[in-house]
């Protein structure tokens, strides 16, 4: 157990594994290893869906008794790039600086570190002690990927086997400068749309004889453009619009196109859903013309877990620990809370994100440890208050 009261021990041994979407690369064999030692019972939970590739995860669960706290990651990581621009190698774990460098370091390897670190802390501070509650652990290997095969599947699991939790933290990279900065408590939904307008191809000469379908899509754009969906709520930033690809697949400039196709995002607040969306987004474009498709598709709608219990013992543990007092956001992108948010009140924080995804991810040795105190602190409060 001592080897991994420190972060840092499983954090290298976890970044060592190549585990890039959907590949395990030996990350959950590591962690499994690790969590046996702690007294974790341990579910390997592999799943597959037709048109997708089979991913691995891992639910483990230390006690069987209420409440339970669970703690959720991911072990898979995003492809490192252009490995020779690293200053050290992606995969080999490197200190360098008082910094662990590597791909995963701060998304979100170093995070499930710091928990198991952690909890191996709370179980030698509790030895001659009775321990109410249990505590698990959701690790998937598909956050990086569609998202398919992954966590929305444990929790199904999860739930068929009577292992619903209390409460969930989600170790993603919140703070966007310093550990302490930020609690998510919710986050922004996401709706991805491709709207393609069609016309009849013809010569520029002769614009009569054809019907073209870029200045409908232009005009179909500006409306889009200048709408304002909102202003905002308490916990929300006002949802945004934002236009990413214009296409007509043109060679030639003599010939009106056939198609036009344009391709944006809407990143929403609580105050829609993508079915009230795609349902405005519909009704706007057809005053400009109904010779349009739009295909649509959410990655997950907006959601928020008030500010309560678990929220307010985040807080005072970062505060107790960092002496910075984290702010209640719900800015940035999706994660799998996502999914955790219809089973159990859900927060996330962990590093910070500066090198999230980039060449020469790192992280903090100084970080690590702070994070491992924080969820350390956590534990305690959450079961002893």
């Not at 995003?78 to 200190?95: K, L, N, Y």
């Not at 002496?323 to 809370?337: E, I, Q, V």
């Not at 910070?352 to 903090?364: A, N, Q, R």
């Amino acid at each position: 157990m001592s080897d991994y009261k420190d972060p840092l021990t499983l954090a290298r041994a976890l970044i060592k594994c190549q585990s890039v979407t959907p590949n395990d690369g030996g990350a959950l064999d590591t962690l499994v290893t690790a969590l046996d030692l702690l007294g974790f019972e341990c579910w390997r939970l592999p799943f597959s869906e037709e048109g997708t590739e089979d991913v691995d995860n891992l639910f483990a669960r230390l006690g069987t008794e209420s409440p339970h706290f669970c703690f959720a990651g991911h072990v898979d990581v995003v492809p490192e790039g252009e490995a020779t621009r690293w200053s050290h190698p992606p995969f080999q774990a490197d200190i360098y600086g008082q910094r662990l460098f590597g791909r995963g370091a701060v998304d979100m390897k170093g995070a499930i570190a710091a928990f198991v670190a952690a909890v191996a802390r709370y179980i030698e501070k509790r030895a001659n002690e009775s321990r109410n509650g249990s505590i698990s652990l959701l690790i998937t290997g598909d956050e990086e990927g569609p998202s398919i095969n992954g966590t929305r599947k444990v929790l199904k699991w999860m739930e068929k086997n009577s292992q619903r939790p209390d409460a969930c933290l989600v170790g993603e990279p919140t703070n966007p400068l310093k550990l302490g900065d930020m609690i998510k408590i919710g986050r922004r939904g996401s709706l991805n749309a491709t709207l393609i307008v069609n016309g009849t191809q013809g010569h520029a000469a002769y614009p009569e004889l054809a019907d073209n379908p870029i200045p409908y899509l232009v005009s179909m754009l500006d409306w889009l453009n200048a709408s304002v969906l909102d202003s905002g709520t308490k916990f929300f930033q006002p949802s945004n619009i934002e236009i990413t690809s214009i296409d007509v697949g043109n060679l030639a400039t003599n010939v009106i196109p056939e198609k036009a196709i344009a391709k944006f995002n809407i990143r929403y607040n609580d105050q829609h859903t993508s079915e009230t969306l795609v349902d405005l987004l519909n009704k706007g474009f057809s005053k400009i013309t109904n010779n349009f498709v739009l295909d649509t598709n959410s990655s997950g709608d907006a959601f928020l877990t008030e500010p309560g219990r678990l929220s307010s013992i985040l807080t005072d543990s970062i505060k107790t620990i960092t002496g910075r007092t984290p702010k209640l956001s719900t800015n940035g992108g999706t994660s799998d809370a996502r999914f955790i948010k219809d089973i159990c009140p859900v927060v996330e924080f962990g590093l910070s994100g500066k090198t999230m995804h980039k060449i020469d991810e790192c992280v903090s040795l100084d970080d690590l440890e702070l994070l491992t105190q924080i969820y350390s602190k956590t534990l305690e409060s959450y079961f002893n208050e």
